[in-house]
């Protein structure tokens, strides 16, 4: 597999083949992780343009055609490496990019570098990789990340973004690269970080590589220059934003979270001269303040230089729709979805997208 990726690098030169987009390479992103879009849509999941299901005329659209016209110029996807469900792994990711291409949209690509999903509290090694030690764990990242990203450029796929792991404020590849803030595994995780930066610099030279962190809140100076000292690379900083979950946020208000998570893209953007990207975004479905949450927080945002846009994590998600790897678990469905109870979008979703830069 190494040595065709290889000489595929050397072979190959991208052309444009999709849809063009309105919205040029590094113009502000307006966004959506919809990587459970076409297991909704197995499940018979239906989406519409207005609340009148009654009448004949009404019929049900493509969710990412509806979000275009919406405004959505740009598609979050996940990759897992062996999901059991067979679900958000790279041929899924391969369906649903090419559906976000053919559809004009600029493309971020989420790997996790694991079975399932990866996050400050869970950071499993896939299956396979299971006894490999550092030096091959390293190659695992470079060949991983080759795969998905040749993958995507043989189809004539050019993504804009690729995140080298997902949420990773405590390191990625758990145990070998787990880290904390004054201790941990620093030369494993940043060498992960490092290979995984070079290997999609190999197969896109431009590409935009993230490093993601959740609590856009949370001011932690001691992980970037942790992960500087290590030889840790990136383009842009990613992070996550939930400002209504204050069971998380140390029962903070959304207010106060909200403009904690402006002064700390301030910071960031100041301290390591880079851009930084909201890379999820989530509000209570059913709330009434959600829809002035979100108008708050884009204000806030759009008025930062170097914020480079933001996507909403799994706004298609309602009516009580759970993906498959749930129902083992006993986890209840999302709840931060952006669409309505009818299945249309949400004024949650109107408000990010029309929002402007």
Known sequence: MKKLLILFAAAMMLTACYHKTDSPRGSWAKGADISWLSEMEHDGVKFYKNTDRCADRVQSTDC????????????????????????????????????????GQRIMIDIHYSDFFADPNQQTIPAAWQHYDYPTMLEAVREHTLDVLYALKEEGIKPEWVQIGNETPNGMLWPMGRVKETAGNWEHYAGFTKMGYEAAKEAFPDINVIVHVDNAYERRDWFWKSMQAYGGKWDMIGLSHYPMMSAWNGGKSWQEMNVLAEENIKRLIHDWHCPVMIAEVGMFANDPESAIVMEDFMNRITAIDSCAGIFYWEPEVYGGWRPAEYIPLGWGSYEMGAFTPEGTPSEVMQIMLSGTK
Do not use: Y
Request: no cysteine; hydrophobic share 50%.
């Open 64 to 103: 990412i055609e509806l979000l275009r016209g919406m405004g959505m110029n740009a598609v979050r996807l996940r990759v897992w490496v062996n999901h059991s469900t067979g679900w958000s792994n790279k041929a899924d990711m391969l369906v649903l990019a090419k559906r976000a291409a053919q559809a």
